[in-house]
C-alpha cells in the first residue's frame, strides 16, 4: 500500500524539477535571444562581452561606485578573499592548490520591465586572463546571487565567487555597455 502512494510522489516531483529547470532555460534563453536579436540589428556589443574593443572608452570604477548598464544597476560592496567558502546548509569547499577564491558582495537592480536571471560577468586578473564564476558555488555561499530571478525595480544583494590563481594580486570586473562605446573596469584590488 505505501509503495503505491510513494511512487505517484516521486514522479510528481521529478515532474516538478523537471518543469521548473526547464522553465529557467527557457527564460534564459528567450532574453538572451532577445538581446542577441537587437544588438545584432544595429551592430553593438551585448553588455556580457568582456574585451573592450580598441575604440572602446575604458571608465575605471572603484568598490561602491554604482555602474549603470541598459537593464540593470549595480556596484559591488565589498570583495575579499578566501582559502575555504562555506554556507549555513552546504558543504565547504576548499580552494584547490595554487588558487584562492574571491567573493563579491554587490547590489543589483533590474530596470527593466521584466524580470530576469542574473548572469554575472567575468573577473579578469593583472594577467589579462579572465575567469567564470566558480561552478561549485551554489550551496557553498550564503545570500548566493548567480541563480536569482531579478524582478524589475526591486534591489537584491548577494554573493558571487570566482577561483583563481593564488598568483593574481590584482583583479577587476570589465563590462561593456551596450548601446555605447564604454567599458566599465570595477577594480577590486
Known amino acids: 500500500m505505501m509503495k503505491k502512494k510513494i511512487v505517484p510522489i516521486i514522479i510528481g516531483v521529478v515532474i516538478f524539477a523537471v518543469g521548473f529547470f526547464s522553465g529557467i532555460e527557457y527564460s534564459k534563453y528567450k532574453i538572451r535571444s532577445a538581446l542577441s536579436d537587437a544588438f545584432s540589428e544595429t551592430g553593438l556589443s551585448s553588455e556580457t562581452e568582456t574585451r573592450p574593443a580598441k575604440n572602446e572608452v575604458v571608465i575605471t570604477k572603484a568598490i561602491g561606485d554604482e555602474v549603470e548598464l541598459a537593464t540593470q544597476i549595480w556596484k559591488a560592496v ?8 562555506s554556507s549555513k546548509y552546504g558543504t565547504p569547499k576548499v580552494a584547490k ?31 589579462d586572463r579572465q575567469y567564470s564564476t566558480y561552478s561549485d558555488s551554489i550551496g557553498s555561499v550564503d545570500n548566493y546571487l548567480n541563480v536569482r530571478t531579478l524582478s524589475p525595480g526591486v534591489k ?11 598568483d593574481s594580486t590584482g583583479y577587476s570586473l570589465l563590462v561593456l555597455k551596450a548601446g555605447t562605446n564604454e567599458t566599465y573596469k570595477i577594480v577590486l584590488k
Open 97 to 127: 592548490e595554487g588558487t584562492k577564491f574571491v567573493i563579491v558582495n554587490m547590489d543589483v537592480t533590474n530596470t527593466t520591465k521584466d524580470e530576469f536571471m542574473f548572469e554575472p560577468y567575468k573577473l579578469e586578473d593583472n594577467f
Open 156 to 166: 537584491e544583494n548577494g554573493n558571487i565567487v570566482y577561483e583563481i590563481p593564488s
Open 78 to 85: 565589498s570583495v575579499k578573499e578566501s582559502q575555504s567558502i
